[in-house]
């Protein structure tokens, strides 16, 4: 069963600022470590929730399910 996203408000700028650091953080340990495979992931979820943070781009269901999913692998 997929997870989907609660609506908008709960989606404050801190929370996807965490978000985004969270991610970046990932990408750059698994850098230092060599798991390329972990950081070109982390990267292409730096580079979605960029749009959110940045752009202010309101995230899709399936976004985030896909986000979620990333988390899993």
Do not use: C, Q, S
């Not at 609660?6 to 965490?18: D, E, H, L, Q, S």
């Not at 978000?19 to 950081?39: E, P, S, Y």
């Not at 730096?46 to 781009?57: A, I, Q, W």
């Amino acid at each position: 069963m997929a997870r989907r996203a609660r609506p908008a408000p709960y989606a404050t700028a801190g929370v996807r600022r965490r978000t985004r650091r969270a991610a970046h953080t990932l990408k750059g340990a698994a850098a230092m470590v060599g798991f390329a495979d972990v950081t070109t992931l982390a990267h292409r979820m730096e580079d979605l929730l960029d749009l959110y943070f940045e752009e202010g781009k309101p995230a899709t269901p399936d976004e985030i399910d896909l986000l979620l999913a990333a988390t899993d692998a």
